[in-house]
């Protein structure tokens, strides 16, 4: 079966790991910073802005890469923009075929103009709501705590506080060399007696013990990235020949590994896309699933990123199939809702894909 772009782009798709700061439309972006008289943008033609960001992503360098959110984190300060970038991502992603998405974003960074935290969740989740009733496209929102501020206890309190509103779970994200994932142990235990999600970005900028202690020490039920997990991987002509203590465990307990083709390669978490071991974690069976990460930055969309796996590492229709599910199974949805887009959404949408192309 010929898997072209447009019959990437018409499959169900979920996305567990894009950050609502890394997504805005560059004519967006020019708006915002006009409303908000913000004149620090390097251009205001559309088109130029998204090249300087794509191209300031892409320096195989993760703090070179965080750079470019200094200007999109700047024009979202006020609950109008906040709100529109939201529901601007929930129809962009609707457009390219995802019916379920998990954005993430540190709260704190968007308090310079006196919103509260509050205020701030609050603003995205209207926009995020709207998106829904209007595109259908189901969504949940994961409050982020920063590696480099000793903020996570009171992140992790105001995500709980909003659990009845649409925040799904908790996330530690940041440079992580120097900052790993024990020093907010406290907000992590916090989010566990309340019986709540997390997902921690580890294994992207360090190794492997990154990924050990978001597990063993905060009790992550996801990994944000997760590459480095292949240094606790023997791999001999392509192929895993032993999995180390770690890897199995990750392997035995199904931890999903949010993994994100194009950004691996922009940040330097892989050398090339050729490099990147999602064929290993794959051929395993790790339960990996695919992502966009930041949109504007990556210069990617979901549909792109299943071009890029396609392209690489030959996957078929079955293969797209299976991790969608694996994605969902994996969301931060109560069970039952979980199981209902699975069956009447995702499993019908690659079968009525699959009865097309067998009639051409």
């Given amino acids: 079966m010929k898997l072209d772009h447009g019959v990437l782009k018409s499959l169900p798709k979920v996305l567990l790991h894009e950050h609502l700061d890394g997504v805005l439309r560059p004519k967006t972006v020019i708006t915002l910073a006009r409303n908000a008289r913000y004149d620090r943008l390097p251009t205001e033609d559309p088109e130029e802005l998204a090249r300087w960001f794509h191209q300031g992503a892409n320096q195989g360098s993760l703090p070179k890469y965080l750079e470019g959110f200094a200007h999109t984190i700047a024009v979202m300060q006020s609950e109008e923009a906040l709100e529109r970038v939201a529901y ?70 105001l995500a709980v506080d909003f659990r009845e509103r649409g925040v799904v779970g908790f996330d530690l994200a940041g440079e992580e060399g120097g900052y790993p994932p024990k020093k907010h142990v406290d907000a992590f235990h916090y989010i566990q007696r309340k ?75 892989a050398r090339s896309l050729s490099e990147h071991p999602f064929k290993i974690f794959y051929q395993e069976k790790f339960r990996v699933t695919l992502n966009t990460d930041n949109r504007l930055m990556s210069d990617t969309t979901m549909t792109k ?54 009639m051409k």
Avoid at 201 to 221: L, T
Avoid at 325 to 340: E, H, V
Wanted: hydrophobic letters at 40%; a negative charge; one cysteine or more.
């Fill in 195 to 269: 019986n709540f999600n997390i997902t921690i970005h580890a294994g992207e900028g360090f190794g492997k013990e990154s990924i050990w202690q978001a597990i063993q020490y905060c009790g992550a039920h996801r990994i944000g990235h997760g590459t480095r997990l292949i240094d606790d991987i023997a791999v001999a002509d392509g192929k895993a020949v032993k999995l180390g203590d770690l890897a199995q465990y990750v392997l035995d307990k199904r931890i999903p590994l949010e993994i994100c083709l194009i950004s691996n390669v922009h940040t330097g978490a």
């Fill in 88 to 157: 601007e991502q929930a129809e962009d992603l609707s457009r390219d075929g995802v019916v379920y998405f998990e954005t993430r974003f540190a709260p704190i960074f968007h308090t310079r103009e006196g919103l509260s935290h509050q205020q701030v969740v609050s603003a995205v989740l209207k926009g995020l709501e709207r998106g829904q009733k209007d595109f259908g496209i189901s969504s949940g929102l994961l409050i982020c705590a920063m590696r480099n501020m000793e903020v996570s206890l009171e992140m992790a309190e």
């Fill in 305 to 358: 990123e299943f071009e890029a796996a396609r392209d690489t590492f030959g996957l078929s229709l079955e293969d797209f199939e299976k991790m969608t599910i694996n994605a969902m199974k994996s969301a931060f949805l109560p069970y039952d809702q979980r199981c209902d887009l699975i069956y009447s959404v995702i499993k019908p949408g690659y079968a009525k894909v699959r009865n097309t192309q067998a």
